[in-house]
C-alpha cells in the first residue's frame, strides 16, 4: 500500500468514528481469528456502543457495509465477503434462481440457464448495488420467466443478462431490479397458477 493510500485507509476508518484498533477487531471477528496487542475487552464496549456489533459480539449489517467499502485496501476472505453481501446461503439461492430458467436452449440460441460462476459474478454486482431480497429476487424471476414462457420464450433474457446486462455507453442494467421492484411495490397481477407454482 502506498503513502496515500494509508493516508487515505485511515482517513476513511476515522470518517466512520472508528479507532484504528476498533476496526482492527472487527476485521479479526469478519475472519473469525484472535486479536493481538489490544484490549480488546475495551473495544468491544466501544464497538457494541457504536452498533458495529451486537449482544452476542456478531457484527452488523453497518459494520458490513464498512468492511466491504474498505476491502480493496487489504484482503479479506472472498467466500466471506460473498456471504456478507449475498447471504449465507447465497449459493443455494443462486442454484433455485437458476433452475427456474427453462433447460435448453432459448429462441435466441442462447442457453437459458447460464453458468453458475458467472451468474455468482453478476449477483455479486447486483448485491453491491440493490438491497433486494432472495425472497423478492426468487419472486420476481418466477414471474419474468412464466410470462416469457406464454410466448415461448420469444425474446427472453438468459439467466445472466436478466440480472445485469452491458449497455453500449458501458453502463450496465439489471431488468432483474425492475422486477423485483415491481413485486415490492405489488404492482403485478397474481391471478396465474403457474406463477404460484414456481414460487412456493
Keep these: 500500500m502506498k503513502k496515500q493510500e ?8 476515522v470518517k ?5 484498533n476498533q476496526f482492527y477487531l472487527m476485521v479479526c471477528i469478519y475472519e473469525n481469528t484472535s486479536s493481538i496487542n489490544i484490549n480488546m475487552h475495551l473495544e468491544l464496549r466501544q464497538l457494541l456502543i457504536g452498533e458495529w456489533i451486537d449482544e452476542n459480539n456478531k457484527l452488523t449489517a453497518k459494520a458490513y457495509t464498512v468492511l466491504n467499502s474498505l476491502n480493496s485496501y487489504f484482503s479479506l476472505s472472498k467466500k466471506k465477503t460473498d456471504m456478507s453481501s449475498m447471504g449465507i446461503d447465497y449459493q443455494n439461492n443462486i442454484q433455485k434462481y437458476r433452475n427456474l430458467f ?30 433486494y431480497t432472495w425472497d423478492s429476487i426468487l419472486k420476481a424471476t418466477a414471474y419474468y420467466v412464466d410470462e416469457f414462457e ?9 439467466a445472466q443478462y436478466f440480472i445485469c446486462k452491458s449497455e ?10 425492475d422486477y423485483c421492484s415491481m413485486i415490492e411495490s405489488g404492482d ?7 406463477f404460484k407454482e414456481r414460487v412456493i
Design 168 to 177: 453500449l455507453d458501458k453502463t450496465k442494467q439489471s431488468e432483474l431490479a
Design 150 to 158: 406464454k410466448k415461448n420464450f420469444l425474446y427472453m433474457r438468459t
Design 16 to 20: 466512520h468514528n472508528l479507532s484504528p
Design 6 to 13: 494509508v493516508k487515505t485507509f485511515f482517513d476513511n476508518i
Design 102 to 131: 427453462p433447460k435448453g436452449k432459448l429462441p435466441s440460441g442462447k442457453p437459458a440457464r447460464s453458468n453458475e460462476k458467472v451468474l455468482e459474478q453478476n449477483f455479486r454486482w447486483f448485491f453491491e448495488n440493490y438491497s
Design 188 to 194: 403485478f397481477e397474481e391471478d396465474d397458477n403457474h
